[in-house]
């Protein structure tokens, strides 16, 4: 409390008080009160600006394309011809690519690193497979495009032909390995150790006394984890995947360098494609025209709504706990 | 009644060695199996780290030098060092940061703190939160490029600064969240009955006990945001490879980007100073990221948890 | 009482009450006996000088005793003497425990429990366990009875078994209409007989109580003691109680279990029928303590 006060300066704490909730005792109170408010406000903000910038940039391209540009095929920029459906295919099949494989294997990851392994061991791989989350999407691509992109190209393609090539998505592999598979195996590496940490960690909330339960009634290991601990967790590692989902959707730099900058839809997921994320990352830089830039615009739109579906369906999913974690 | 007789189905001998019985054997080979696929993942997950880290290492130390670490690159193609890709990472980064943390406590304070469980306010803002973090880096590096680079018509580091903020924010909110959580009731109780203001308890013992969370969420952040590429190619992405500390209205080199021009460009022979960047942002995040970790798990062990 | 030996852990001498045994109070019919001859009960369990240590902490001491079949046997004592650690390790319970080591021998009809050869999931089976606080299956009524059964194989007749369980916990005329019904949606008490009709929807040979009745209120309890005079000619039940007045209604042998001297290791004290454990005990502290002088 001040020392000195005027007799203007009190009523004017005074006025102040009666204003303020019952806890704040202080003008310092109020200060804190206000620029954490304040904060608040500017974060709000952001979100809506984001919103804003995205809808204004891409203002010529929708009035110039309006609905028909999701299904448009071509994205021709010396013509001034522009669609996103190359892009939404791509966006979707990478993704769909990615959650296939990455499912099952965090899910188990996490059946592991919860309730499987020996204490020694967990403590060791379950920071391992966050560290393997920390890796730049940048190093990933550049590794994708040295490492992994030959690989499949001289082993894993040809097998997969050999075995499925009669269902149409798996033909002859491509002379560079760069393609829509290759792209939706690095999405793979980075959409696993999300989905792996939110499920270990949900793993490990199942009360014992379920548990302990379930195996007093002589239930193997692989039971108690079907009986009790996988449906009891269902929603959340649902949400998990979500997150995951949103995750692949928006990734743009290590599919960029892998999925080989295509301009047409294939069957053949050997073959080169584009995503939406990717397509702005490449071609971002050094723009034609201002039309492009406004389609770029365009996709990113496009980008923001579904992030932020995927984002509420998480939400919803999960609205008994909170599935978002700071380290990931 | 009828309950008193042993039903003709559960047939087994209770007498008998405590082996497996009926079904049991079937069912441990199933439980068995399933330990094996997953035992199985977790060794793909550790061979893929492995895997990447070995590559980075294996291309990117013959790179390293001092030269490497103390030279600029040349105005263009390969070779030299790269100094100026270094700091500017570091400055961007590090004005990123500041303007976050601020912003990211004092939310998380209020989100603690200040506002009612339940209210309105609360939980709007927690959904802004959540809504940011999951905002894909490319979108946001567009709407940074609306907002400042469009006006100016330039690239700069200080627009990849505001990009890496709004990455890295969300991520601070919620650290700062879980560790001002776990301050102890009875701190806030204590205060209380000393008749000490809210402002001053906050500032002079909550933040105090919750500083090292705090520091350990930010660092972490940081490691995530340092290895943002999307934001920066589109707002920072042109720049000469001259050192420079002027980042306002100005593109400043960065590593993140020179990896990925290098590996578009499809020219090998920029290969092997993109390798050691690589190398020199992996291990940075990494050391980081483990760092922090091990601090949170010793102040974790020593708070009881 | 301590012995002067300095070097060793205190061992206190321990009774072992192992008269051959007068039968029950309340014999059953001899025709639910399945025409047994009316002799000396076997031993369920033969229990040898077990001990049981949490890392460096020893928990229980040297115990032995025998369990009978068919009979009710009640594990009392004061808070902290190693009941549940005692009741825990007959089924293997407290492998998952950090640090947890046994002593001794349990034998289950001559077999080792804690051999190498020996099967955990093959002792669960056989010897099932309800716990202190209910812990019903976020399922239906219905799958939580079924849900061992089926993991077991034994699918036919399903509905008949799930019955016969909750007929035998004395819940089926409760919830026969509503057995698709979650079960977190009963009662506290309903929760706790639903996880007996769990139990026994399996057929084990022996049922062990973790104070099933502590969590509940007085009525709820008396339906689960009614309950055990059915069981136990089916099952061989153990249970663990805090609560003396329980042992007398409900038991037909009793252990004493008690600290030690320095309060700090749990011991048995004294074993021997229920009636003499509570009329005429031969230790003073098995006095002390069924007279209330303590605990």
């Known amino acids: 409390m001040s020392t000195r006060t005027t007799p203007s300066s009190r009523g004017a704490a005074r006025a102040l008080r009666s204003v303020l909730p019952s806890s704040e005792r202080s003008v310092g109170d109020a200060v804190l009160r206000g620029l954490c408010v304040l904060a608040g406000v500017i974060a709000g903000l952001i979100l809506i600006d984001v919103a804003y910038q995205v809808i204004n940039g891409a203002r010529p391209a929708i009035s110039r394309f309006g609905l028909g540009f999701l299904g448009h095929v071509e994205w021709a920029p010396n013509f001034g011809r522009f669609g996103a459906a190359v892009m939404l295919y791509g966006t979707a099949v990478t993704s769909v690519i990615a959650l296939v494989i990455a499912t099952p294997l965090a899910i188990a990851i996490a059946l592991y690193l919860s309730m499987l392994a020996p204490r020694s061991v967990r403590v060791i791989v379950g920071p391992l497979v966050e560290m393997l989350a920390a890796i730049p999407s940048v190093i990933l691509g550049f590794w994708g495009i040295i490492i992994l992109a030959p690989f499949m190209q001289a082993h894993i393609e040809p097998a997969l032909h050999d075995v499925l090539g009669f269902t149409g998505l798996f033909g002859a592999p491509q002379t560079t390995g760069l393609s829509v598979f290759t792209a939706g195996v690095i999405l793979t590496v980075m959409v696993v150790p999300i989905i792996a940490s939110l499920s270990r960690d949900l793993f490990l909330t199942v009360p014992r006394e379920l548990t302990e339960g379930a195996e007093a009634l002589g239930a193997t290991r692989w039971e108690v984890i079907r009986g009790v601990v996988l449906p009891t967790t269902f929603s959340g590692v649902s949400a998990a995947v979500m997150l995951g989902l949103g995750r692949a959707l928006g990734e743009a730099i290590a599919v960029a360098s892998l999925i080989g900058a295509g301009n047409v839809i294939h069957k053949n997921l050997f073959q080169t494609g584009n995503t939406a994320a990717a397509r702005i990352a490449l071609e971002i830089t050094y723009p034609v025209s201002n039309l492009q830039t406004a389609s770029l615009f365009y996709l990113a739109l496009i980008l923001l709504v579904i992030g932020i579906v995927t984002n509420l369906i998480a939400r919803a999913i999960s609205s008994r706990f909170d599935v978002h974690r700071s380290t990931v | 009644m009828s309950t008193d007789q042993p039903s003709e189905t559960a047939g087994f001998d209770p007498t008998g060695p405590l082996t497996p019985s009926g079904n049991l054997r079937r069912r441990l080979a199933v439980s068995r199996l399933i330990r094996g696929l997953a035992t199985l993942s977790a060794v793909i997950a550790v061979i893929a780290l492995g895997l990447v880290v070995y590559v980075v290492i294996a291309r990117g130390a013959p790179a390293l030098s001092l030269d490497f670490l103390i030279k600029d690159p040349p105005p263009s193609g390969p070779g030299g060092g790269i100094r100026s890709a270094i700091i500017g990472t570091a400055l961007i980064v590090a004005v990123g940061a500041v303007l976050a943390t601020p912003l990211g406590v004092l939310t998380a304070i209020y989100l603690v703190e200040f506002a009612r469980p339940n209210s309105l306010s609360g939980r709007a803002l927690r959904m802004a939160l959540d809504l940011m973090q999951g905002l894909p880096s490319v979108v946001i590096g567009l709407f940074v490029f609306g907002l400042l680079v469009k006006p100016e018509k330039a690239d700069s580091g200080f627009a990849g600064s505001v990009a890496l903020a709004i990455i890295m924010l969300p991520l601070i909110a919620r650290s700062s969240q879980e560790v001002l959580m776990l301050v102890p009731r009875t701190l806030r109780d204590a205060a209380d009955a000393l008749g000490v203001n809210r402002w001053r308890a906050i500032l002079t013992v909550i933040l105090p006990t919750a500083l090292s969370g705090i520091l350990t969420g930010t660092i972490l952040a940081v490691a995530r945001a340092a290895g943002e590429t999307a934001p920066l190619l589109i707002v920072d992405g042109i720049f000469t490879n001259q050192l420079t500390f002027q980042m306002f209205g100005h593109a400043v080199p960065n590593i993140p980007v020179s990896i990925f021009t290098a590996a578009e460009a499809a020219d090998p022979t920029g290969f092997t100073r993109a390798w050691g960047e690589a190398l020199v942002l992996l291990a940075g995040i990494l050391i980081a990221n483990i760092g922090a970790r091990l601090f949170l798990a010793r102040q974790r062990a020593r708070m009881g948890l | ?295």
Not at chain 3, 58 to 78: C, E, F, H, Q, S
Request: charge should be positive; glycine fraction near 6%; proline fraction near 6%.
């Open chain 3, 1 to 295: 009482m301590s012995t002067s030996d300095p070097g060793g852990p205190v061992r206190p001498r321990v009774r072992i009450q192992d008269r051959p045994v007068a039968p029950p109070v309340a014999a059953p019919p001899a025709a639910a006996n399945g025409g047994r001859p009316e002799v000396a009960r076997a031993a369920v369990f033969d229990i040898r000088d077990m001990s049981v240590d949490y890392g460096t902490k020893r928990a229980l001491d040297w115990t032995t005793m025998k369990i009978y079949r068919n009979l009710v046997t009640a594990v009392i004592g004061p808070s902290g003497c190693g009941k549940s650690t005692f009741i825990r390790s007959l089924n293997r319970m407290n492998d998952s425990v950090p640090g947890f080591s046994l002593g001794g021998q349990v034998l289950y009809h001559g077999h080792d429990v804690y051999a190498r050869a020996t099967n955990r999931v093959e002792v669960r089976r056989r010897i099932g366990m309800v716990f202190q606080k209910p812990n019903p299956f976020p399922k239906s009524i219905y799958d939580n009875v079924a849900w061992a059964p089926r993991n077991l194989g034994l699918k036919a007749d399903l509905d008949a078994r799930v019955e016969r369980a909750l007929r035998s916990a004395a819940l089926w005329d409760e919830v026969k209409d509503r057995l698709k019904v979650s079960a977190l949606s009963l009662s506290g008490g309903q929760q706790q007989r639903l996880c007996i009709a769990r139990a026994v929807a399996v057929e084990p040979d022996v049922l062990l109580l973790d104070e099933p009745a502590s969590a509940l209120d007085p009525i709820a309890t008396a339906s689960i003691e009614e309950l055990m005079h059915k069981l136990k000619h089916r099952y061989t039940i153990v249970i663990v109680t805090h609560n003396m007045q329980q042992a007398a209604r409900v038991a037909d042998r009793t252990a004493f279990f008690s600290l030690d001297a320095q309060e700090r290791v749990g011991t048995l004290i004294e074993y021997d029928d229920t009636d003499t454990i509570f009329s005429r005990p031969a230790d003073s502290r098995t006095r002390d303590y069924v007279t209330g002088q303590f605990g």
